[in-house]
T-cell receptor, first 118, second 114 residues
Framework: DAGVIQSPRHEVTEMGQEVTLRCKPI?????LFWYRQTMMRGLELLIY????????DSGMPEDRFSAKMPNASFSTLKIQPSEPRDSAVYFC????????????????FGDGTRLSIL | AQKVTQAQTEISVVEKEDVTLDCVYE???????LFWYKQPPSGELVFLIR??????QNEISGRYSWNFQKSTSSFNFTITASQVVDSAVYFC???????????FGKGTKLSVKP
């Protein structure tokens, strides 16, 4: 089965440019998460969706960041304008709602997008 | 407040040694879930294990074992007879029963030398 697919794997761009990161969750998963990983701050949750609806975006650092999930199989994280401090690895993850005997389901992560803003 | 502490920033061992990675968590919830993820040098995050707060039974999977103790709010991870391929950053994470997000510890970088 295909896992979570993120694109691009690497992105290098100049500050001020718009950056769009893409994610395709595992088919059938109803939760989607965007994380950012830096040396200084570790792994941080930015935003997550349930059934395509944003549930918690309190981790989004600034208005320059926006995320959308137009359908169950696609999500984008956009940074506009980008700044050098946005350089990080951005992970997308998806999971199934896990209730009752099945328990809380693990999140399956994509390989990440390594973003460098010059 | 929810918090996960991995006090060991880096650990270095020689192959075949046993090593334990510590994880201490804080939560006021009675229902919660604990996870361990591995991040090898290639960068991807790999799910290792999930435990719920009602199951304190320890688990063993090959060379990996986990010790969950609610009394000390700890969920420690032991690798027996470590191998070079175990070299990675290991993250412990906490999730509340009613919410989807994971709260990660800072990670422990494990280096296994031949």
């Amino acid at each position: 089965d295909a896992g979570v697919i993120q694109s691009p794997r690497h992105e290098v761009t100049e500050m001020g440019q718009e950056v769009t990161l893409r994610c395709k969750p595992i088919s059938g998963h109803d939760y989607l998460f965007w994380y950012r990983q830096t040396m200084m701050r570790g792994l941080e949750l930015l935003i997550y969706f349930n059934n395509n609806v944003p549930i918690d975006d309190s981790g989004m650092p600034e208005d320059r960041f926006s995320a959308k999930m137009p359908n169950a199989s696609f999500s984008t994280l956009k940074i506009q304008p980008s700044e050098p401090r946005d350089s990080a690895v951005y992970f997308c993850a998806s999971s199934l709602t896990g209730l009752g005997a099945r328990g809380n389901q693990p999140q399956h992560f994509g390989d990440g997008t390594r973003l460098s803003i010059l | 407040a929810q918090k996960v502490t991995q006090a060991q920033t880096e650990i270095s061992v020689v192959e075949k040694e046993d090593v334990t990675l510590d994880c201490v968590y804080e939560t006021r919830d009675t229902t919660y879930y604990l996870f361990w993820y591995k991040q090898p040098p290639s960068g991807e995050l790999v799910f290792l294990i999930r435990r719920n707060s009602f199951d304190e039974q320890n688990e063993i999977s090959g060379r990996y074992s986990w010790n969950f103790q609610k009394s000390t709010s700890s969920f420690n991870f032991t690798i027996t007879a470590s191998q070079v391929v175990d070299s990675a950053v290991y993250f412990c994470a906490l999730r509340r029963g009613s919410q989807g997000n994971l709260i990660f510890g800072k990670g422990t970088k494990l280096s296994v030398k031949p």
